[in-house]
T-cell receptor, first 114, second 109 residues
């Protein structure tokens, strides 16, 4: 089945220790998104890519970086995680932009910072 | 600016009907989505409305009134598995999704 895959599902890192979260998709979608979601809050868009065209949300902290080496893969790097970065990180894809394209989500990676 | 409001939590009984409301303010509008999110899981798509009126999909229906900045999700014949959060998301003039915080729906036997 075509899908969005995130690894790992649970990640524990130490305060200040860099961590990378990964996302892959078999849907062959052009657009990939990274969201941060804290408990009982709305998902917050961090970045999105249209193909390799990178779009950074204005309020995304510099501590967060992203890479998309090819259509299928996208990575979220947190350079120096703080306690406030503990959250669920959701990767999503859509087949395009400029239209009402449904977003397909991966299962998420729950990040704990100790 | 943009703003989305939905109730934080609702409780309903198995077999009953529940309506979850969403109100919004926006300068640009390209439709409204409803997603379901079970605890600890990713959101899954339920419905999309761009024109006024009711869209029905089995036990779930979604309604939109653009002039009132209002939408609702109607769930019929509630089942225990419908216990989840329901997120309203507005698609703005740039086709970006602006998410509500979600309504946690608790189903009681």
């Amino acid at each position: 089945d075509a899908m969005v895959i995130q690894n790992p599902r649970y990640q524990v890192t130490q305060f200040g220790k860099p961590v990378t979260l990964s996302c892959s998709q078999t849907l062959n979608h052009n657009v990939m998104y990274w969201y941060q979601q804290k408990s009982s809050q709305a998902p917050k868009l961090l970045f999105h890519y249209y193909d390799k065209d990178f779009n950074n949300e204005a309020d995304t902290p510099d501590n967060f970086q992203s890479r998309r080496p090819n259509t299928s893969f996208c990575f979220l790097d947190i350079r120096s995680p703080g306690l406030g970065d503990a959250a669920m990180y959701l990767c999503a894809t859509s087949s395009g932009t400029g239209g009402p394209y449904e977003q397909y989500f991966g299962p998420g990676t729950r990040l704990t910072v100790t | 600016g943009q703003n989305i409001d939905q109730p934080t939590e609702m409780t309903a009984t198995e077999g009953a009907i529940v309506q979850i409301n969403c109100t919004y303010q926006t300068s640009g509008f390209n439709g409204l989505f409803w997603y379901q999110q079970h605890a600890g899981e990713a959101p899954t798509f339920l419905s999309y409305n761009v024109l006024d009126g009711l869209e029905e999909k089995g036990r779930f229906s979604s309604f939109l009134s653009r002039s009132k900045g209002y939408s609702y999700l109607l769930l019929k014949e509630l089942q225990m598995k419908d216990s989840a959060s329901y997120l309203c998301a507005l698609m703005d003039s740039n086709y970006q999704l602006i998410w509500g915080a979600g309504t946690k729906l608790i189903i009681k036997p």
